[in-house]
């Protein structure tokens, strides 16, 4: 059974900037260049008839193409744990309307999804259980927090499959989806 989720992709010239801050970590596991995306859903495990349904479902959401900017970094935790380290996404209506239409869509097709806060970001780094990395992660926090991208368009969006390899997760495009006028 897939893992599903749906993201915007990372144009190429934003995930060259992106893994130019991908060091000065101990125990980060550093998200591949080709795996860098802004997700808008986690489906989790999807059942074959529902993921057709799902990626059926997803193309009747239309809406025009958007711009997105990333501006600065930040870490999420589990109490004391950290968990990543991520790019933060400048939130916009365009953004939010599209989560919202995708979990909408996946709702409508039995999936259930999370129920916090969206807030948009890309995952740079992950960290496993353990790593006592608090002062690097300051220091990275403090030489990057101003970080700032010029913005891309959003042209369209993807669901992609995950699934475990050797090296971490690999990630595949199941269907892309245009953002058209």
Not at 51 to 59: N, S
Not at 73 to 93: C, H, I, N
Request: overall charge negative; glycine content about 8%; aromatic content about 10%.
């Amino acid at each position: 059974m897939p893992r599903l989720f749906v993201a915007l992709p990372v144009p190429d010239e934003i995930a060259d900037a992106l893994s130019a801050l991908q060091s000065g970590v101990p125990d980060a596991r550093w998200v591949p260049q080709e795996n860098l995306h802004v997700t808008l859903c986690f489906a989790g495990e999807v059942q074959g008839g529902t993921m057709r349904d799902f990626e059926e479902e997803l193309a009747d959401i239309a809406g025009p193409p958007f711009s997105v900017t990333i501006a600065g970094v930040d870490q999420f935790s589990s109490g004391k744990q950290p968990r990543a380290l991520v790019a933060l996404v400048e939130r916009s209506e365009r953004l939010d309307w599209l989560q919202q239409k995708v979990t909408a869509v996946a709702r409508n097709c039995g999936i259930e999804v999370e129920r916090r806060k969206y807030r948009p970001h890309v995952t740079l780094a992950r960290f496993p259980v353990g790593a006592e990395t608090g002062h690097h992660i300051a220091q990275f926090m403090a030489s990057h927090g101003t970080f700032r991208l010029e913005p891309w368009v959003a042209e369209h969006f993807t669901l992609y499959s995950s699934r475990t390899g050797r090296g971490g997760p690999i990630y595949t495009a199941e269907a892309e989806y245009p953002l058209t006028f």
